[in-house]
């Protein structure tokens, strides 16, 4: 399946291809076609599967046709983060879209405040706020929502643990009852159902299930700059036990690269891709599996599928792009009740896409100290602007001129429940022209940068296409 098969106008396909999306994960695949068909829906689907584009995507095709003069769109988020990196990817596909964004969100002082509602007084199409302060703005009159046609509740469960049920009940009565729905929540306790079943009207169901890393796999990470990744790699073929290991990287590029520094090396290793044929790919399989080769140096073409008895070790030279492929790739070890280790080198343009595995398998993967050796590497913050950034939107912190009429671009101190008391967000409204509303955002200057970003660091190349296998 491709994102062209959705029938998406071209300039959201546009917007797209400029992020890095070749191909939809599984729940933008089911929930794509229901949200264009207008359905409600609840998704149970956890951060990491792709699940926010999974509704950004048709509510965005949509708007464009819509009519841009009112708020079309209300996406509620637990918290300012998720709300601003919702927004950030709102803003990476609309592009060439000329569709609007506004982040409302709590936190900061009084002067922000008066400078979000100003933000909103311009109007978007498209707000993304977090319970508290929306319910602020609706009790000072800022938000009319007359001609709103979609609601999502993006993690449902989070919300309603946050205690935000009521006011998200009272949040649903300012809206029109003709509108769509669309919940999404990483769980599906009694709670969110009885939510679901007072908010939505007969509501289409999707359930991603997520693989989990199997309990006998040992994970481990280094986060390193590119030039430390040959040293530290060095490093953990001698201390880490293994008979066989799979080195993977994302690109087939990168794979020849490590497949002629082994040889150099002198090392016992093959390489594994999509331009090989599929004969030289059997006998490559073969010889590993009867351990004449012990060394495999693979794509995520070979990340799926394969079971071959007895690796002990894998490495990840770079992050897969997609998290779910981190679990497939680690899943070649510890098959079959045995143990084994995965370790994976991180370099400052992945942090953020290994951020999203932690949040996707719900764990926090231990990140050694580098070896005397490599040097000293930089340190671990996937949640600063510029790794964000790496999710699509280059030159980390551009945001779009095209007249400054957006919002919040809030950066209050989140307290989660403490919004509501007109504290203001800390939201950057400057105050653009009302006749520069619809123009397309455009970066100043800023690289788009998200094609590359799919790529692994030290060798360009698209990413591995795992359909070629
Ligand atoms: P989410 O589950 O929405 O938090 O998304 C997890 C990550 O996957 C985000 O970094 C997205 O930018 C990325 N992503 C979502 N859909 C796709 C896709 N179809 N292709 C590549 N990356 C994607």
């Given at each position: 399946?491709?994102?062209?098969?959705?029938n998406f106008?071209?300039?959201?396909?546009?917007?797209?291809?400029?992020?890095?999306?070749?191909?939809?994960?599984?729940?933008?695949?089911?929930?794509?076609?229901?949200?264009?068909?207008?359905?409600?829906?609840?998704?149970?689907?956890?951060?990491?599967?792709?699940?926010?584009?999974?509704?950004?995507?048709?509510?965005?095709?949509?708007?464009l046709?819509?009519?841009?003069?009112?708020?079309?769109?209300?996406?509620?988020?637990?918290?300012?983060?998720?709300?601003?990196?919702?927004?950030?990817?709102?803003?990476?596909?609309a592009?060439?879209?000329?569709?609007?964004?506004?982040?409302?969100?709590?936190?900061?002082?009084?002067?922000?405040?008066?400078?979000?509602?100003?933000?909103?007084?311009?109007?978007?199409?498209?707000?993304?706020?977090?319970?508290?302060?929306?319910?602020?703005?609706?009790?000072?009159?800022?938000?009319?929502?007359?001609?709103?046609?979609?609601?999502?509740?993006?993690?449902?469960?989070?919300?309603?643990?946050?205690?935000?049920?009521?006011?998200?009940?009272?949040?649903?009565?300012?809206?029109?009852?003709?509108?769509?729905?669309?919940?999404?929540?990483?769980?599906?306790p009694?709670?969110?159902?009885?939510?679901?079943?007072?908010?939505?009207?007969?509501?289409?169901?999707?359930?991603?299930?997520?693989?989990?890393?199997?309990?006998?796999?040992?994970?481990?990470?280094?986060?390193?700059?590119?030039?430390?990744?040959?040293?530290?790699?060095?490093h953990?073929?001698?201390?880490?036990?293994?008979?066989?290991?799979?080195?993977?990287?994302?690109?087939?590029?990168?794979?020849?690269?490590?497949?002629?520094?082994?040889?150099?090396?002198?090392?016992?290793?093959?390489?594994?891709?999509?331009?090989?044929?599929?004969?030289?790919?059997?006998?490559?399989?073969?010889?590993?599996?009867?351990?004449?080769?012990?060394?495999?140096?693979?794509?995520?073409?070979?990340?799926?599928?394969?079971?071959?008895?007895?690796?002990?070790?894998?490495?990840?030279?770079?992050?897969?792009?997609?998290?779910?492929?981190?679990?497939?790739?680690i899943?070649?070890?510890?098959?079959?009740?045995?143990?084994?280790?995965?370790?994976?080198?991180?370099?400052?343009?992945?942090?953020?896409?290994?951020?999203?595995?932690?949040?996707?398998?719900?764990?926090?993967?231990?990140?050694?100290?580098?070896?005397?050796?490599?040097?000293?590497?930089?340190?671990?913050?996937?949640?600063?602007?510029?790794?964000?950034?790496?999710?699509?939107?280059?030159?980390?912190?551009?945001?779009?001129?095209?007249?400054?009429?957006?919002g919040?671009?809030?950066?209050g101190?989140?307290?989660?429940?403490?919004?509501?008391?007109?504290?203001?967000?800390?939201?950057?409204?400057?105050?653009?022209?009302?006749?520069?509303?619809?123009?397309?955002?455009?970066?100043r200057?800023?690289?788009?940068?998200?094609?590359?970003?799919?790529?692994?660091?030290?060798?360009?190349?698209?990413?591995?296409n795992?359909?070629?296998?």
């Open positions: 399946m491709t994102f062209e098969d959705f106008d071209e300039k959201l396909l546009d917007g797209l291809s400029s992020m890095g999306y070749t191909k939809p994960t599984p729940i933008q695949g089911q929930a794509i076609p229901m949200i264009l068909e207008n359905h409600d829906l609840i998704a149970c689907a956890q951060t990491g599967t792709g699940k926010t584009a999974a509704y950004i995507l048709p509510i965005l095709n949509k708007v046709h819509a009519d841009h003069r009112h708020l079309n769109t209300l996406v509620i988020a637990p918290t300012r983060e998720l709300a601003q990196q919702i927004d950030q990817q709102i803003e990476g596909f592009y060439f879209l000329g569709v609007s964004s506004i982040p409302v969100y709590g936190g900061g002082d009084g002067a922000t405040w008066d400078q979000q509602r100003k933000a909103l007084e311009q109007g978007a199409d498209i707000i993304i706020a977090t319970p508290g302060r929306l319910i602020a703005l609706l009790a000072a009159g800022t938000i009319k929502f007359d001609h709103l046609e979609h609601l999502v509740l993006d993690e449902a469960d989070r919300m309603l643990d946050m205690g935000f049920y009521d006011d998200i009940v009272k949040i649903i009565n300012y809206l029109p009852k003709k509108r769509q729905t669309l919940l999404f929540s990483a769980t599906m009694p709670k969110i159902r009885m939510l679901a079943n007072k908010i939505l009207t007969e509501p289409k169901e999707i359930n991603i299930a997520i693989a989990k890393p199997a309990a006998g796999i040992l994970q481990q990470a280094y986060v390193v700059h590119d030039a430390q990744k040959g040293a530290v790699l060095k953990v073929l001698k201390t880490v036990p293994w008979k066989s290991v799979i080195i993977f990287a994302s690109t087939k590029e990168t794979v020849k690269k490590l497949d002629v520094v082994f040889q150099k090396g002198g090392l016992n290793a093959r390489a594994f891709h999509s331009d090989l044929e599929q004969q030289e790919r059997e006998e490559i399989l073969r010889a590993f599996k009867n351990k004449q080769v012990n060394m495999l140096i693979g794509t995520d073409v070979l990340s799926r599928g394969i079971d071959v008895e007895g690796i002990s070790l894998v490495i990840n030279w770079d992050v897969p792009p997609d998290p779910e492929d981190y679990v497939h790739r899943g070649r070890t510890a098959r079959a009740e045995t143990t084994g280790t995965a370790v994976t080198l991180i370099n400052e343009r992945d942090q953020r896409k290994f951020y999203s595995i932690e949040t996707l398998i719900d764990s926090v993967i231990p990140k050694l100290p580098l070896p005397p050796e490599a040097g000293e590497g930089p340190a671990y913050e996937p949640q600063k602007k510029k790794n964000i950034s790496g999710h699509g939107r280059g030159g980390g912190g551009g945001r779009p001129g095209g007249g400054g009429r957006r919040g671009q809030g950066q101190h989140g307290r989660p429940r403490g919004e509501a008391n007109g504290n203001g967000a800390n939201a950057n409204a400057n105050g653009g022209e009302k006749s520069d509303r619809r123009r397309p955002k455009r970066r200057g800023g690289n788009r940068g998200g094609g590359d970003n799919r790529n692994t660091g030290n060798a360009g190349g698209n990413t591995e795992k359909g070629a296998a």
